[in-house]
């Protein structure tokens, strides 16, 4: 048996796997992998042998019966296709779509014209897929996208193509490769049912995008309109009055005073990296700062990476940066894991201001959440480290005081929490107090908890600079003194300090300008909303 199939002329309102080059529509073609399934007393596939324009022709078995069922489809269980979530490849991508479509109880299968006027001069009618496309401008310069969600204050869209399909508030589409072009524009197309999605007067429909600089949702009111199948239905969104959401970050920061990995080394009769990264992968620390850290290079060649040997320690893909003190064998250090990468980083010279002592450092390094600083304060007197103290504030004041991003410093202090350089209350200098809240854990006074255990004293501390825009809570702090499988007393004469916080974060909207390129307005078919670009 050959059937030949067809579509008509007019494409402008059908759903098909290629868009038109002039943004009229899209364009129904046929696909080599087609296939056409009879359904009457039995059921059989007929595979495409050619085809010419718009005809397609097919072959297989012969169908008895007397009404059939015409499936265009990637099976012939069509009806309970799941449209709830979908994937698209790109921006602008859709090779994704897929046209559904079923000439339902005609009365022969030959010679076929997938209309509805010819399903109704057969005895039936015809079922297809449409789509509703989500074109929007992001309100912010961002690279990539990688969700777009549509979301109703009510039940309304058709989960499946059954005619009692169960109604969904939501649809969600994963972008993948979402790489934005330099209008900022997304075309986000959402495969919708063979049945009609009535939205009624007065529902509110939240659009969101996730994006690689934060996630945004826009409310409209279109009024009572349908999502038509068969049609390419259209909500249209410039980049004005998009709100950002927010989201929550949750982090585990941890100071360690290293002692060059080596205080005990004649005992345990190696460095200490090993048990150093057991204890941070236990506690599953995010971020370390290091003190007392060694990185000796000569003739740029590693002789002495201990960062480095400290990453590579602690698993696969973790990074570091290496900020000296007085020269290049001395120092303060970071390792973050994998999944956070550096923006920027910055070390300050902390001079002593008595003779003969040593310059200390500030390292700084940006991530897309937060700042983190690092640095060993003097332990000679309380001159030198007030000194470096307000260098400290002074330069973050200067080059981070308006941030939007959680700054936080570790380090070892060589100081007490009841002292002024912790406490802020001298008034000879502006203390670490005066700028940044504490949010690890010292116990108070006079039973400090022990981060120092030499001289059974707390030194050790991570802080947060203090900033009303930054809302936080912190979850947990704690010194480590302890550790499965690790005898933490002999890693280094200091303990490591964690805290586990959760931050929310706000991303600002920017109001894009002079991005749109000619050719966004010309959108036909359904159009359910639409704001000027």
Known sequence: MTIHATFPDALESKVSLTEKGDDTGLSLSWKQSDKLVVVGESVETYTLTAIEGKKATFTGKVVKGNVFDVILAGSEDYEKRSYLSQSQTGVHATEHLEYDACLKGVNTYADVKFTQEWAAEHGGDLLQSGALLLY????????????????ASSSVFCATNLESSPKASGLVMDIVNGVVGVDKTVKAYLMTSMQEALIESGTTLRVTVETDRGTYCKDIVPGKVSIMPGKRNVIKLNSKGWKPVVEYRNFTFMTYNVGKFKKYKDQLGHYSYSEAASIIKYYEADIVGLNEIESTKILSIDLNNQPKQLASEIGNGWNYHFLPAKDEEYGNAVVASPELKAISSARIDLPCLTEGYETRSLGVIEYDDFLFCVTHLDHHNRENRAHQIVRINDWIK???GNSDKPIILVGDMNATPGSPEINGTSTE??????????????????????????????????????????????????????????????????????????????????????????????????SIYEEEF
Not at 139 to 147: F, L, Y
Not at 437 to 449: E, L
Request: proline fraction near 6%; charge should be negative.
């Open 136 to 151: 929007f401008q992001l309100p912010v310069n961002a690279s990539k996208v990688t969700r777009v969600m549509i979301e």
């Open 398 to 400: 200067a080059n981070h």
């Open 429 to 526: 200098f502006e203390g670490i107090g005066v700028y940044w809240h504490t949010i690890s854990v010292t116990g108070t006074k006079p039973n400090y908890v022990v981060t120092y255990p030499n001289n059974s004293t707390c030194i050790d501390y991570i802080f947060l600079w203090k900033n009303d825009q930054i809302e936080y809570t912190v979850n947990k702090s704690e010194v480590i003194s302890s550790c499965p499988g690790v005898d933490v007393s002999m890693i280094s004469d200091h303990y490591p300090v964690y805290t586990d916080m959760t931050f929310k974060k706000k991303y600002p909207v920017e109001e894009l300008k002079d991005r749109v390129q000619g050719g966004l307005d010309r959108i036909p078919d359904a």
